[in-house]
């Protein structure tokens, strides 16, 4: 059974920072494209960061220069280092798993409030 399990999640000020971490099993994790997403209220599910297998990575242009994904293979952990939160990153973050069509999991996801 494949599970993905986040947790970091919280309520930080504007300009602080929050590290994700989603912990993986039943997968051969080291062979997956790892993802964060998230979905503010209202508003569609976006990309937030991709890492594959080899270490490379893709940023939304939102995030690009305060948000890094990173993977620790023998773990089996994927982490988002979130610092320089604004407002508007306020979602639930959400861990994706990826290989091809018939394996695309999702972990249920973390809240992050950015609030004074």
């Known amino acids: 059974q494949v599970q993905l399990v986040e947790s970091g999640g919280g309520l930080v000020q504007p300009g602080g920072s929050l590290r994700l971490s989603c912990a993986a099993s039943?997968?051969?994790?080291?062979?997956?494209?790892m993802g964060w997403y998230r979905q503010a209220p209202g508003k569609q599910r976006e990309l937030v960061a991709t890492?594959?297998?080899?270490?490379?990575?893709i940023y939304a242009d939102s995030v690009k220069g305060r948000f890094t994904i990173s993977r620790d293979n023998a773990k089996n952990t994927v982490y988002l280092q979130m610092n320089s939160l604004k407002p508007e990153d306020t979602a639930v973050y959400y861990c994706n798993a990826v290989r091809g069509p018939s394996m695309d999991y999702w972990g249920k996801g973390t809240l992050v409030t950015v609030s004074s």
């Open positions: 890492i594959t297998s080899g270490g490379t990575t």
């Open positions: 039943g997968i051969i994790f080291k062979i997956y494209v």
